[in-house]
């Protein structure tokens, strides 16, 4: 609705979250909304998942999961039970207690903050308000966002937060591909625009988390920076470890055995690892959502640019560590045929955004190299695939079948994920050369035929 409010009398209360009589809309069904849906409708509430893309509409209302940690047999369990339902209809919103913004916020070409997506959710909302909803924004995004950016739409409506509905900022923590932490035993953090709106989604998340892992700070921009903090956090840690393996390559020593001395501190030490650089869409994308609102109050993040120069360089530092483990062999890499294993941006997931690992692969081809890769997860990138912006430099590639014969006819292999689904000791069995970006052939003995080189 715009300009006029419309009442009800089906307003959203304590009593009605506790007893599971809210209605929750999630919208955004992505890697962070539909684990999130599943979770509510697991917990017997009846979630609406709406999405404008139709295809994940229908997966959704298929019972197909189209992300890796969910399987199709957890989605159909809810969906036939009739809590989770899926819709790209907006007008939906209008029998809704519980909106939940759980869509993107990627950056600009210039890497300046694109809250485009979050603007529209906003205006989506006002469109379909009802009264006393409770509105819940996890789009992971500047301090700010949540007051001075989705307020004042939800506002021009002549509704009153805190009063007419109520706004919350909580960041989702979700870690896709990790076995260990899922939405249930990851502690929570709430701000809300006052007390009750805090109170409400407390209760809420109560629901489906610990009550004791439901954590209230006192405002919207706490929770925003606690997210950005995090993130920063392994983004600047990341580069630290990035910077001493050039060093430490430079000296001749294992960063890697390196690290894991270190490890054995039990307090004031936490490892990070080397790799190929970082990717997905929070550690290269978030500690920019800071820099620019810094500049807002004259202030220059240094430590958030530097670290994410020396992470960006990473796959530039792979490329010239392939170069010099064929130029060892007496072999250039232009004409020279390598395999890729992995392009998702981490372990045991199909999701290949800013993957660090396809950029090495585009260095690699733009250098002459005839590049084929493997991933279990990922089964095409480039023209006409999901991944076809980040890839558009390599043209259409399928995911080859890792073979004996095949490995034997590579001229080099570079690990750049360390996927569980991989057979690292058949790769080396049958492998000539092999760069390991990763350490995972860390207690794999090579045949004589094949030569590991570490990044
Ligand atoms: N992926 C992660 O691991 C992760 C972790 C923590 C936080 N986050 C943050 O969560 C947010 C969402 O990330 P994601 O990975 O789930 O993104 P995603 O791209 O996987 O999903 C976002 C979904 O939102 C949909 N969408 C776009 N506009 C919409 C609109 N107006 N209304 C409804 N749906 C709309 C898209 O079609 C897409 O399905 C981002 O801010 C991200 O930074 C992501």
Not at 186 to 191: A, D, E, F
Not at 280 to 300: M, N, Q, T
Request: aromatic residues 10%; positive net charge.
């Amino acid at each position: 609705m715009s300009g006029q409010k419309k009442t009800t009398t089906d307003n959203i209360t304590l009593t009605a979250i506790k007893k599971k009589k809210c209605k929750i809309a999630v919208l955004g069904l992505g890697y962070v909304g539909l684990p999130l849906a599943l979770e509510f409708a697991r917990a017997n509430f009846f979630v609406t998942g709406i999405d404008p893309d139709v295809k994940k509409v229908e997966a959704i209302y298929d019972g197909h999961s189209y992300i890796s940690d969910i399987s199709d047999e957890e989605l159909k369990a809810v969906v036939s039970q009739g809590y989770m339902k899926s819709t790209a209809d907006f007008a939906t919103l209008e029998e809704m207690d519980v909106v939940f913004i759980c869509v993107p916020t990627p950056f600009s070409k210039y890497k300046e903050p694109d809250v485009s997506y979050v603007i529209a959710s906003a205006h989506n909302i006002v469109e379909h308000m009802k009264k006393k909803q409770l509105i819940i924004l996890e789009s992971t995004t500047f301090p700010g966002t949540t007051e001075e950016v989705v307020l004042p739409i939800l506002e021009s409506t002549g509704l009153e937060a805190g009063k007419d509905f109520y706004l919350v900022f909580s960041p989702e923590r979700v870690d896709p591909g990790n076995r260990k932490f899922a939405i249930r035993n990851t502690p929570k953090v709430i701000g809300g625009l006052g007390e009750k709106s805090t109170k409400l989604a407390k209760t809420l998340y109560s629901k489906i988390i610990a009550e004791n892992l439901v954590i209230p700070v006192s405002a919207p921009r706490i929770a925003e920076m606690t997210k950005l903090l995090e993130n920063i956090f392994r983004s600047v840690n990341i580069a630290l470890i990035n910077e001493l393996t050039f060093l430490c390559d430079r000296m001749k020593l294992d960063i890697w055995e390196v690290i894991d001395a270190a490890s054995s501190k039990p307090f004031g030490f936490m490892p990070f690892y080397p790799g190929p650089g970082v990717g997905g869409h929070c550690i290269p994308v978030d500690p920019y959502y800071l820099s620019w609102k810094a500049r807002e109050y004259d202030f220059y993040t240094k430590f958030i640019e530097l670290a994410a120069e020396i992470n960006l360089s990473m796959p530039r530092y792979v490329l010239s560590k392939v170069i010099d483990t064929l130029n060892d062999e007496g072999k250039s890499l232009r004409g020279s045929s390598i395999l890729a294993l992995g392009v998702a941006f981490k372990p045991n997931i199909n999701d290949a955004r800013n993957s660090p690992a396809i950029k090495v692969i585009e260095e690699l081809t733009c250098k002459g190299a005839k590049v084929d890769y493997s991933d279990p997860y990922i089964p095409s990138i480039g023209n006409g695939s999901t991944y076809f912006s980040v890839a558009s430099k390599i043209g259409f590639h399928k995911s080859t079948k890792i073979t004996a014969k095949k490995l034997k006819e590579y001229d080099l292999v570079v690990i750049l994920v360390e996927h569980d689904k991989f057979d690292f000791p058949f790769v080396v069995r049958h492998s000539k050369l092999i760069v390991d970006t990763k350490n995972v052939c860390k207690n794999i003995t090579p045949g004589k035929g094949c030569r590991i080189v570490k990044i």
